[in-house]
């Protein structure tokens, strides 16, 4: 069965410092990895996603994750973090339905 | 702004009872589908639609939950004999069907069963 890990449940971090959160997918067929971001009381809107070609993909905002086949990983990244970056973050993929993780709280304190 | 919109925001009621959550998709998005998220989890699919046809439905939805969509257009999500456990936020997403396309998420109906 395919699956989703996401290995940290929360993720407290310094404002300005750098924050990696973790995703592990399996999968033996290509996939289509993606990241979503959910502010309080809000839905889901999309960070970033890969589906072929560059291995690694960015964000807008200044995230960015890369794609590791051998590890079957798409760890995202930000270099500097702000308090507005406070949110609940979904690792996910697609192979005909999608499927999301459990979801890495980022708390970001001044 | 044309996101995904869905009605009500919040819906508290007791146990037993019937309750029913519009989703109206962005318009030129012809899948629509409902997921279910609880506290500390990441959202569960429970069906999809391509435009009015229901293709999909998670083991998650019993037959207490119905879903439609009759004009492929927007979308209700009913829940009869409403139990504790149905509390949850029920999320409701829409995109193209030309491949993996993006979701777009509306921003959910929370439901509170007493």
């Known amino acids: 069965a395919q699956s989703v890990t996401q290995l940290d449940s929360q993720v407290p971090v310094f404002e300005e410092a750098p924050v990696e959160l973790r995703c592990n997918y399996s999968?033996?067929?290509?996939?289509?990895l993606f990241w979503y971001v959910q502010y309080p009381n809000q839905g889901l809107q999309l960070l970033l996603k890969?589906?072929?070609?560059?291995?690694l993909v960015e964000s807008i905002n200044g995230f960015e994750a890369e794609f590791n086949k051998s590890q079957t990983s798409f760890h995202l990244r930000k270099p500097s973090v702000h308090i507005s970056d406070t949110a609940e973050y979904f690792c996910?993929?697609?192979?005909?339905?999608?499927?999301f993780g459990a979801g890495t709280q980022v708390v970001v304190t001044p | 702004d044309t996101g995904v919109s869905q009605n009500p925001r919040h819906k508290i009621t007791k146990r037993g009872q019937n309750v029913t959550f519009r989703c109206d998709p962005i318009?030129?998005?012809?899948?629509l589908y409902w997921y279910r998220q609880t506290l500390g989890q990441g959202p569960e699919f429970l069906t999809y639609?391509?435009?009015?046809?229901?293709?999909?439905k998670s083991r998650l939805l019993s037959d207490r939950f119905s879903a439609e969509r009759p004009k492929g257009s927007f979308s209700t999500l009913e829940i009869q004999r409403t139990e504790q456990g149905d509390s949850a936020m029920y999320l409701c997403?829409?995109?193209?069907?030309?491949?993996?396309?993006?979701?777009?998420f509306g921003d959910g109906t929370r439901l509170s069963i007493l």
């Open positions: 997403a829409s995109s193209l069907d030309r491949g993996n396309r993006p979701q777009h």
């Open positions: 639609f391509q435009n009015e046809a229901q293709l999909e």
């Open positions: 318009s030129e998005h012809n899948r």
């Open positions: 996910g993929h697609s192979w005909g339905k999608f499927q």
């Open positions: 890969y589906l072929s070609g560059s291995t």
């Open positions: 999968s033996s067929v290509s996939v289509y």
